[in-house]
């Protein structure tokens, strides 16, 4: 259990981390969510004793870090990647480690096996890829065997065969009753693996809720509807109680003009796709698709850290409104059409109902 009270820590005029008070408990994956800036690796190293708050305190199993007798049996932690000594190999720089926190020396060949690197064990670690260099950073983290593992951004630059593998270490991890602590800037990404979800902006505390709640509370279910009777359609849904807008020149129906009688598209809200497919039945309206969503995931935590972004990006020479800026901070592929909004929300949504029937 790590647990941190009115922690606050700043760098100069700038609050960094401001008055952050959390518990992240054992059994279960938490997410720490915020934007680029919003003080996730500032929090995480003054949990881990690694810099010193200006008040407050944070404490893992009940002591500060500094206080761990064995602290690497205590917490695992991956912070950088790539502090690792190049012209060594994965196996001594595990060796030395251990050596150094009195672990036995077994512990570095099971830890290798644990992610995958046995075969790689002899080589310099300064050869690995991107992807291997996270593992040897993971298998660093497990020698002590620790309840508490804390992961900064461990998915970043990862292949997805990579990140699927983090993501079922982790729950597996969670499921032996540890406690993980793991950092992302990205929504869609944590709410496929995070059970519990801590978000933050500016150093402040937004959010804090299991994801399927905060899934719930922060997405809108709508329907996409693509018709070529769109616009009679819409008055029709719109009689019958659904708030419907429409949006003539989408992307999800490639070049329109190129294709007489090709639908437009319109997302409703307010109303289940069986019933809008039995009113287009009604009138006689032909639909070319109807799929229901949510909104994406990835926008409504846009919308909830949209004034808590630090960099005003404007690299382009605009001066991006909030939302603008928001988009370019997070840097993600944003959900501009329904496809791809869909199959993060489908995913993110697949994994909660998983969790809830698991419990
Ligand atoms: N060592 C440091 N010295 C000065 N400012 C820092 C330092 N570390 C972080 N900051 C500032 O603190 C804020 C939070 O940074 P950080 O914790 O790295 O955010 P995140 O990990 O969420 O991206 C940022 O404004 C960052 O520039
Ligand atoms: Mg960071």
């Known amino acids: 259990m790590i647990e941190a009270r009115q922690l606050t820590k700043r760098y100069g005029d700038r609050l960094a981390v401001d008055d952050l008070t959390f518990t992240v408990e054992p059994g279960r994956v938490t997410g720490f969510l915020g934007p680029n800036g919003a003080g996730k690796s500032t929090t995480m190293r003054l949990i881990l004793g690694l810099d010193r708050p200006n008040s407050g305190t944070a404490t893992i199993n009940g002591r500060p870090y500094a206080e761990l007798a064995r602290p690497l049996q205590v917490v695992g932690a991956l912070l950088e990647a790539r502090a690792v000594h190049t012209g060594r190999s994965a196996y001594n720089h595990l060796l030395v480690l251990a050596q150094t926190q009195g672990l036995p020396k077994r512990r570095v060949g099971e830890v290798l096996e644990l992610v995958g690197l046995e075969s790689v064990a002899r080589r310099r670690a300064g050869t690995f890829s991107l992807g291997m260099g996270q593992r040897l950073g993971i298998a660093a983290a497990l020698l002590g065997d620790p309840q508490v593992l804390i992961l900064d951004e461990p998915v970043n630059g990862l292949d997805p065969e990579g990140i699927h593998w983090i993501r079922t270490l982790m729950k597996t991890l969670a499921a032996q009753g540890r406690t993980i602590f793991v950092s992302s800037h990205l929504m869609s990404e944590i709410a496929i693996t995070a059970d519990h979800l801590l978000v933050i902006g500016r150093g402040r505390l937004i959010a804090n809720s299991s994801t399927t709640e905060f899934i719930e509370r922060n997405t809108t279910p709508s329907v996409l509807v693509v018709s070529p009777g769109a616009d009679r359609l819409?008055?029709?849904?719109?009689?019958?109680?659904?708030?419907?807008?429409?949006?003539?020149?989408?992307?999800?129906?490639?070049?329109?003009?190129?294709?007489?009688?090709?639908?437009?598209?319109?997302?409703?809200?307010?109303?289940?796709?069986?019933?809008?497919?039995?009113?287009?039945?009604?009138?006689?309206?032909?639909?070319?698709?109807?799929?229901?969503?949510?909104?994406?995931l990835e926008s409504a935590f846009m919308e909830l850290t949209r004034e808590s972004v630090e960099y005003a990006v404007r690299s382009d020479g605009s001066v991006g409104s909030g939302q603008d800026r928001a988009n370019t901070s997070l840097s993600t592929s944003a959900p501009a059409t329904s496809q791809s909004g869909s199959a993060e929300a489908a995913s993110a949504d697949g994994s909660s109902t998983t969790e809830e029937g698991s419990r």
Do not use: C, F, K
């Open 234 to 296: 819409a008055g029709l849904l719109a009689g019958e109680g659904a708030r419907v807008e429409s949006s003539p020149s989408d992307s999800t129906t490639p070049s329109p003009s190129a294709e007489p009688g090709a639908g437009s598209s319109l997302t409703v809200y307010d109303m289940p796709a069986a019933h809008i497919g039995e009113v287009a039945a009604r009138a006689g309206l032909v639909l070319h698709q109807l799929t229901p969503q949510r909104a994406s």
